[in-house]
């Protein structure tokens, strides 16, 4: 679970701090920086899972997660002297325990679920280069930055409340080269010194950490009349919810079955997407059907109202199709993963955002998957506060934020949500001028009235 971000000069924010809840919403103006914090998040899962180890960042291109151009177009303001640095907090699943790589002691030499990571890049010259990478685990920094004496050479270090240090081999002095793409120490880190080879768990667990997190962007496929699948098991749903029939038939092949609450009977993977859909009050009925056996080829069939005949997804409102692809990935992802949602509410009617809230929050309790949601929905955030004010969710699992610009510079506020669901610092003009509004109805209207006599 990520529990806290830090970026500096990274897009439109020069300085950024932000902690994570069970659920975090970031809301605010267009244009402002929203989608810079998810972007973010997706870069470095894109860099993790670059198979090329000579990026340092891998921008992405068409059809990535992300495509952002070049270290010009994501430094602050275009200012090619300044460096990019992040610091990401996450808690572990399991707890992490370190031995003592030389073997002089047999206890456990380190131990906790709280990890952090630093890092820090920029140009060197024309290139881009990592200029620093720090883990931080049981009070003790662990880390590879430049050495002062050498404009190539870098240097390992361990600082903290932990006794451990770095033991060089003996011989020749080679240097040290510097981090491998943002989260990996170099090979050499391995070779030259005698008591590293604990390194390769933090990085690990950062790479456990980017593996469970992903991501619905705000765009989603048009649905289809019939859909092959070959038996394959998606890793989640794709970033247009491209694989959302495929997430469903594999589920449904595993039989997997959950509970939507204490004392409910189990539901199969279908009838959980059904109920939904129905307290959506978009369907009564959904299910996924081969269209001749043996042919590979399904149709995704609902009923729109009680004794209505079946109809294919293409032949009911847009919204469906919409919110499926949501409430597929929060189901379907592994238990402990973390989802980041672009504009969910995209083409949905209002109450139907409603709902896709009360999802979220059931999502986040029963299945411990954290949700990082990018929205300009009010519905979605009154929905939170009511169910806050209901004592459903305790205000402290909601981490709800306010995004704004002002010349070209991201600003975060956070909302103080109270125990009773009120926020307790309304930004002005949230979501518009909803007083100014009314008002202005109100006199335009009494105006014409009196014109009219």
Known sequence: MLKRLKVSRFKAWRCLEMRFGKVTGLFGENSSGKSSVLQLLLLLKQTKNATDRGLVLDFGGPNELVNLGKYQDIVHQRDMESDIAWALDWELQDSLRISDPMGGRNDVLMQGKSLQIRARIGLKGADLSAKRLLYRFADTDFSIDRNEK???????ISEGMNELRFIRNQGRGWALPGPVKTHLFPDQARTYYQNTSFLSRFEAAYE??????????????????????SGASPADVGP???????????ATGRNERMNLAPGKNKMSFQEMIAHWLREMR??????????APGSSLYQARVQKDNGGPETMLTDVGFGVSQVLPVIVLLYYVPEGSIVLLEQPEIHLHPSVQSGLADVMLAVAKRRRVQIIVE???????RRFQRRAAEGEVPSSDLMLYFVSNNDGEAKLEG??????????????HFFGDEMGEIAAIGKASLKRRIDSK
Do not use: C, T
């Open 282 to 291: 978009l369907i009564k009925s959904f299910g996924i059907e081969e269209i």
């Open 415 to 428: 909302l103080k949500l109270s125990e009773w669901g009120e926020i307790e610092n309304w930004p002005d």
């Open 375 to 381: 929205s300009h929905s009010e519905h979605l955030l």
């Open 240 to 250: 247009r919810g491209e694989r959302s029939v495929d997430a469903i038939l594999a």
């Open 208 to 229: 456990g950490l980017m593996d469970g997190m992903f991501y619905l962007g705000p765009l989603r496929e048009h649905p289809q009349r019939e859909y092959r699948w």
């Open 150 to 156: 050498s404009s190539s050479d870098f240097k390992l």
